[in-house]
């Protein structure tokens, strides 16, 4: 009706998948009622939409009056959902600008940081700790190209609050590092739900044995080539998404000037 949708206890029949996956039709004996009165089974969804974008619905189940809408009624309904869908989209776009710059506060600290010339001990442990406030992570490490070394050698390793450096013991998180974006020349690699379906190579089933469910790998560019990678790791689904390439992207290209210099 209209832009909504009204289930009316009036339909008696509809169709049903049954255990076999075979379709069938099924009947409701509701007996007599009274055609003008809103039924326990009755329900109305209006949408909540904009041009650009649907956040859900309004649902009515028990209009004060127990009668069934009007369309009257039903369009006062639609007014109502576009003013909450509007509402809803500004608190979206205010909270996604917030988001912004807080991030962008976080990439000016990391860009302060390593314009200290500190030692990269101090500087891998409070890029870590900024970062920390945005992804939750529980890896966090810098591998490093080598040669011709058959794996990377790890300049950096940061496990919750400890910080290693030089450490010639890579896991799976360094090791599809160096296969995919050192090797390979990857331009990123991003994943954001990691289970026993999705793995595409063996570090990544390996990751996962060791707990991990998202992860994010990003090369570390001088000039174009890979000096080496930015590999973070969570244990937490979603802790990374594709969304925010762009912006770990952005630590990348300032941890390898730092990690250059």
């Known amino acids: 009706i209209s832009r909504s949708y009204f289930a009316d206890h009036r339909l008696h029949q ?54 069934r809408p009007t369309l009257e009624k039903i369009q006062v309904l639609e007014i109502i ?44 442990s409070s890029v870590t700790e900024q970062l920390r406030q945005i992804f939750d992570f529980h890896r966090a490490s810098i591998a490093l190209r080598e040669g011709q070394r058959p794996h990377a050698k790890i300049f950096a390793l940061n496990e919750g609050s400890r910080t290693y450096f030089e450490t010639e013991d890579p896991a799976a998180l360094e090791n599809i590092a160096f296969t995919r974006i050192i090797h390979h020349d990857e331009p990123y690699r991003v994943v954001s739900h990691l289970d026993q379906t999705c793995c595409e190579i063996d570090e990544e089933s390996e990751l996962l044995r060791e707990g991990f469910h998202s992860y994010a790998c990003l090369p570390l560019l001088i000039w174009g080539q890979p000096l080496g990678a930015l590999s973070m790791a969570s244990t937490i689904p979603k802790s990374f998404a594709s969304e925010d390439t762009e912006f770990l992207q952005q630590i990348a290209e300032h941890i390898a000037g730092a990690v250059w210099n």
């Open 81 to 124: 959902a576009e003013q909450t869908a509007v509402a809803i989209e500004h608190i979206y776009l205010h909270k996604e600008m917030r988001q912004q710059a807080f991030r962008q506060n976080v990439l000016n600290d990391i860009a302060h940081t390593i314009g200290q010339h500190i030692e990269m001990t101090d500087l891998f």
């Open 14 to 67: 509809g169709e049903i998948f049954n255990g076999d996956g075979a379709l069938g039709v099924y009947r409701l004996n509701l007996g007599a009622r009274n055609d003008n009165e809103w039924q326990s089974d009755d329900f109305l969804i209006t949408l909540l939409r904009t041009e650009d974008n649907e956040f859900g619905w309004i649902s009515v189940d028990d209009p004060e009056d127990h009668q």
